[in-house]
């Protein structure tokens, strides 16, 4: 057989360095976020320091909610005859994971967050709400990917399952603000959106965890799709495997 | 398609008759969840009266994961989807069937625990087409999506955890909207729900159209 | 500082580090475990081709199957048409 061409061999060797790039640029800016959001910028009239978890805590729900649009977007895709390929099944797999990993700091960093703010671990704010809805709707799609099965039937199952649970995501959304906009006092500030920022430091450095964080789910998400390519194909070589010793053995037998 | 759902349904509501397993378990466990929140939540007619609405909803959602397991265990055992998948009846009517079904046996147990709130909770029943109207449309809701996930789920070993799972996230707005609703008709101001209805009319309306379209594809996996 | 503050960076961070190395540690030991793969694959073949005189049996170089594999577009068998 012959080797594959160069510009295949070099395309993979590309991709390579580019996420090495990216890994560091994703590295070097969450650095500059933390140093700046712990050290730089001043703490807030109101809230005092705590306005520092207010660059950690709306990056992470950006991308919690920008991973699951991807794992969307990839489902359709994949189910569209079109554009169907594993690769996008494998995409919404890897987005998934990613995805819950962000969910989950959402949650426990707005709980940090709130906390100190309003005396509560946990309050029913719209946002964190449909966060904690879409964390468990990661986890029963994942659960669901786990199941084994040959890989087109599985992906296929799993893409309509997440276009099913994730078309109820706005929907959540809306009841859960209307649920709350029957009983919220009208002094009391929603917290997610507070808007007490100074332009300046605070802004950029805000906008800077937004942008670090952003590259820091793009180059999980690629190696997590490495990481799923490379098991689909430890599962084809296995079968691999097991035909050329089934062939050894009937020709030795 | 119609005609087929008329068969599926038909054929399900038979067996639910002659077996009488909702009747005689799916029910008297909506009614021990009933028991179970009442004691929950203490005796203090105060605190569970005004949770009424809330509390039944809970139990409904609870029972319908129940229900949509047993419709897919009343396939042949572990061949469920293989029996419906070949006997050539239109996959779209097959979901509408089942979950026709489904939702019937939903909608009578719903009256029951509507009763049952009433003497447990102490709940003062007002507002009757709204708590109706509630139940209707959540229930073609939560059995449309039920029956999708149920599809899903029924071929798989872990089917028993699984369903549960994907099931209930999904339905939460149904579970908000219809305890919202209810709470209105309860309290007597039935006029506020009106909102709250449109939302599981659309939720509603929304799912059956998507496992019209989806059930034949998951139908044919596995 | 407060001490909220340093435990919400503490716990963020120290998720999303541990993830990613956790991460680049299983796709390390998967890449190793398909080179080891195909070299069963190849020695299997191997075994073969040499018990019997003559025919070879057409495996592949391992590399170029990986290569092939991955960078290949589609679905890996027919895609099912959707039910009317």
């Known amino acids: 057989m012959s080797t594959p061409p160069r510009a295949v061999q070099s395309g993979r060797a590309a991709v390579a360095v580019a996420l090495r790039v990216l890994g560091v640029t994703a590295l070097v800016g969450v650095a500059a976020t933390v140093w700046l959001g712990l050290f730089v910028t001043p703490p807030d009239e109101f809230m005092g320091n705590l306005v520092r978890l207010l660059y950690v805590h709306p990056p992470m ?47 426990v960093s707005g709980s940090i967050w709130g906390r100190p703010t309003w005396g509560a671990w946990w309050v029913w704010d719209p946002l964190l709400t449909t966060t904690a809805l879409l964390f468990v709707l990661y986890l ?84 997590r799709y490495r990481l799923a390519e490379l098991q689909d194909l430890e599962d084809t070589e296995g079968l691999d495997v097991a035909l050329a010793e089934r062939r050894a053995e009937a020709v030795a037998g | 398609m119609l005609r087929d759902a008329v068969l599926v349904a038909g054929k399900d509501l038979r ?16 009614i021990a969840v009933l028991l179970l929140f009442g004691l929950a939540l203490g005796p203090d007619r105060q605190v569970l009266a005004p949770a009424s609405a809330g509390l039944f909803w809970v139990a409904v959602l609870l029972s319908t994961i129940l229900a949509v397991q047993r419709s897919y265990a009343i396939e042949s055992a572990d061949a469920a989807r293989d029996g419906l998948r070949l006997s050539g009846l239109d996959p779209a009517g097959i979901f509408l069937g089942k979950a026709s079904a489904v939702a019937a046996q939903l909608l009578v147990l719903e009256a029951a625990l509507t009763i049952g709130v009433a003497l447990l909770y102490g709940a003062r029943l007002s507002g009757a087409l709204v708590l109706v109207g509630a139940c209707v449309a959540g229930t073609l809701g939560l059995a449309a999506v039920g029956t999708l996930y149920g599809v899903v789920a029924s071929g798989l070993r872990v089917r028993e955890t699984l369903l549960p799972l994907l099931f209930l996230p999904v339905v939460a707005p149904v579970l908000l909207a219809a305890t919202k609703a209810w709470d209105e008709a309860l309290a007597g101001t039935p006029g506020r729900a009106g909102g709250w209805l449109d939302v599981l009319v659309v939720f509603a309306v929304l799912y059956v159209a998507i496992g019209i379209v989806a059930f034949g594809p998951l139908l044919e996996d596995g | 500082m407060n001490g909220y503050v340093e435990a919400g960076y503490v716990v963020v961070l120290g998720t999303l580090g541990t993830y990613g190395v956790t991460l680049v540690a299983r796709e390390r030991s998967a890449r190793r475990r398909v080179g080891a793969g195909s070299n069963k ?44």
């Open chain 3, 41 to 84: 694959a190849r020695n299997a073949a191997g075994a073969g081709t040499s018990a019997r005189a003559g025919t070879s049996v057409p495996q592949g170089d391992a590399s170029a199957r990986e290569h092939r594999a991955v960078e290949e577009e589609g679905p890996g068998s027919a895609p099912r048409a959707m039910s009317p």
């Open chain 1, 61 to 107: 729900a950006w991308v919690a909610f920008l991973a699951y649009g991807v794992a969307s977007l990839a489902s359709l895709l994949y189910l569209w005859p079109r554009t169907r390929a594993e690769r996008f099944d494998r995409l919404a797999g890897a987005s998934a994971e990613v995805g819950v990993v962000f969910t989950g700091l959402t949650l």
């Open chain 2, 15 to 30: 067996i639910e008759v002659r077996s009488r397993v909702g009747l005689n378990q799916i029910g008297p466990f909506a």
């Open chain 1, 140 to 223: 029963g799609y994942l659960a669901l990917r786990r199941v084994p099965g040959e890989l087109h039937v599985r992906a296929r199952r799993s893409a309509i399952a997440a276009l099913i649970a994730f078309i109820d995501v706005p929907i959540v959304y809306l009841s859960v603000e209307w649920w709350r906009s029957l009983h919220q006092a009208p002094t009391v500030l929603n917290p997610t959106t507070q808007k007490t920022y100074v332009h300046g430091s605070m802004a950029w450095t805000l906008l800077l965890g937004f942008v670090s964080f952003t590259l820091v789910y793009i180059w999980l998400t690629a190696h």
